[in-house]
């Protein structure tokens, strides 16, 4: 019977006390964003919020409880901006929104970094909940950043995933790791580019026993990029049904899908409050249009990450996501 997991791709707002608080203590220049040495002061607003976040999760009943990224002021791009062979430079545009990030320009070796590794374990010390990491996939991350040390397209990737493989090595005993793909839709890869994204998630994945969740986002993949993801050893690839609905069920009709599935049913970034039972009717509805097709985990989910949202909007959403899957689990049975 499949089991229905509520979740979320993790990069939440910040709490209104901490935008606050934070805004006075970092300031409001480029150079004030996160850098990875952060004073004391800077540091316990983070860890207050952490736990804030946290328990919101808790209270609504999510199934999996993320970190939050609440550091992350450069989005997916944030653990190349903290890292000590990357210079950050302007503001560049992030995707298709009005949300901006600092360049980060990659002019060394990408060594161990360990700074997602230990929000993760700061999280451990404050939740008995399954854990679960959130990081930007090798292409989306390679396709954020510029490379002025490798001089090659495909060696930087391998770059980048050698990178993410040992940060992610360096984890706590997790349950789940939702790799953020965007690119593969916003900036899809070509012909040679999407085989070698694959076997770069396939090489992240690998460095963990945790399942794995591949989420693009913004629309759904091309055909070509969809088959090789499928190569990939991961276990389950996230749809966004809130932004494509036709051309995600095309892929997995005529593609078939893993074991198991992500499913983006909940608006990340509109403040519109789903109604639990819609989101379990689109649930089934989505499971009925694959006929024989029988997941072994849903993971029901926001499409995109929430950071967008008002705070107390992102509370509601985690609320009806948990409601949801709990509905579904009861049809199911």
């Known amino acids: 019977m499949t089991e229905y997991v509520s979740t979320t791709p993790g990069l939440y707002p910040l709490p209104d006390w901490a935008k606050d608080d934070l805004s006075d203590l970092k300031g409001h220049q480029k150079h004030d964003l996160i850098s990875g040495d952060e004073g004391e002061e800077i540091t316990a607003a983070y860890d207050e919020a952490r736990e804030e976040v946290i328990g919101v999760q808790e209270e609504a009943g999510l199934d999996r409880i993320v970190e939050g990224q609440l ?3 450069d989005m997916l791009a944030h653990p190349l901006a903290v890292h000590d062979a990357v210079e950050t430079r302007g503001i560049v545009r992030y995707y ?3 949300n901006f990030y600092r360049e980060p320009v990659v002019q060394d070796d990408l060594g161990f970094s360990g700074d997602v590794a230990n929000e993760l374990e700061a999280t451990a010390e404050l939740t008995d909940g399954d854990l679960q990491a959130v990081l930007p ?3 989306s991350l390679s396709d954020l950043a510029t490379d002025e040390y ?3 397209e495909a060696e930087f990737l391998g770059a980048i995933a050698d990178f993410l493989e040992g940060e992610v090595d360096a984890f706590p005993e997790i349950e789940t790791l939702f790799l953020l793909e965007p690119s593969l839709v916003e900036s899809a890869p070509e012909d040679g580019q999407d085989e070698r994204a694959s076997e770069a998630i396939d090489q992240v994945a690998s460095a963990t026993d945790a399942d794995v969740v591949v989420q693009p986002y913004w629309g759904a993949l091309e055909e070509k990029v969809y088959a090789h993801l499928l190569d990939a050893d991961i ?4 749809f966004d049904f809130v932004a ?3 051309d995600n069920l095309y892929n997995i ?8 599935v992500a499913l983006g049913l909940a608006d990340g970034q509109n403040t519109l409050v789903e109604d639990p039972e819609a989101i379990r009717d689109r649930t089934e509805w989505v499971e009925g249009q694959l006929g024989v097709t029988e997941f072994e985990t849903v993971y029901l989910t926001t499409n995109t990450e929430t950071f967008y949202l008002p705070y107390s ?3 509601e959403k985690l609320a009806v996501l948990a409601e949801a899957a709990d509905l579904a689990e009861v049809t199911a049975a």
């Open 96 to 98: 298709d929104n009005n």
């Open 150 to 152: 490798h001089g090659d």
């Open 253 to 260: 009709q005529e593609y078939g899908a893993t074991d198991d």
């Open 235 to 238: 276990d389950a690839v996230g």
């Open 244 to 246: 494509n609905q036709d």
């Open 71 to 73: 550091r992350w002021d």
């Open 313 to 315: 909007k992102y509370q």
């Open 137 to 139: 996939g090798p292409y």
